[in-house]
């Protein structure tokens, strides 16, 4: 009827005048990730400020795919004589293995876009890979690295090359334009966590017989 007050918008349609400070942060937070992660990708592609150093930065990604630490770490635990180096190998391919589904799991979760600067000329890649968070080689990295620090015998400068290899693929992700920002920071935290999942689980002759017997 006339004069009859008109019912609300729903919600969606409503302009929200009063955005909260959280949306605020978050959203000038992503971006500057966006910002930044552009701005450092600076080997996205050969006419890149610095396209030259593209193929070194595609050497140094395959250095962190999953596929060559899978297959070394298998080959090693296949010949191994020693008990204690299959136990290690053992639970480093565990490692590898509930790093590759985590990652899985998360990336189809967010479904976060690549960068739109990236080349999709990636390494080996599966259904899960078009998408961008976390950054599976930063997980992987941060992962090894633990794992490498805690369980191999090794002289410091060696220690030190660990730790900077980590550091070097981690950053090496933005760089070619695979990731942003939050998806490398992300990776890290992620494979340092997993980490202490991998020592929770550790399997041993004692804890997993049937497995040791494969060996």
Not at 24 to 39: E, F, G, Q, V
Not at 54 to 59: A, D, F, I, S
Not at 129 to 136: A, I, N, T
């Amino acid at each position: 009827p006339a004069g009859a007050a008109a019912a609300p918008l729903p919600e969606e349609d409503c302009m929200k005048l009063n955005p909260s400070f959280v949306g605020i942060a978050l959203s000038s937070l992503l971006a500057i990730d966006l910002w930044a992660s552009k701005r450092l990708g600076v080997c996205a592609g050969e006419g890149s400020a610095w396209g030259s150093a593209r193929p070194l930065m595609k050497v140094i990604e395959v250095s962190g795919h999953g596929i060559p630490w899978l297959l070394g770490t298998f080959y090693g635990l296949c010949q191994s004589d020693s008990s204690a180096a299959r136990e290690v190998l053992l639970n480093l391919l565990f490692a590898l293995l509930l790093d590759l589904v985590m990652v899985a799991v998360v990336k189809g979760l967010v479904r976060r876009p690549r960068p739109t600067h990236n080349k999709m000329d990636m390494f080996v890649t599966i259904s899960v890979d078009k998408y961008s968070f976390p950054s599976g080689h930063a997980t992987r990295a941060a992962l090894v690295c633990r794992f490498v620090l805690r369980h191999l015998v090794l002289a410091v400068p060696l220690r030190v090359l660990v730790v900077l290899w980590a550091l070097i693929v981690s950053i090496s992700r933005v760089m070619l334009g695979r990731h942003n920002m939050t998806d490398v920071l992300f990776g890290l935290l992620l494979g340092y966590a997993l980490y202490g999942v991998v020592e929770h689980c550790w399997l041993s002759p004692a804890s997993a017989p049937a497995l040791f017997a494969l060996w």
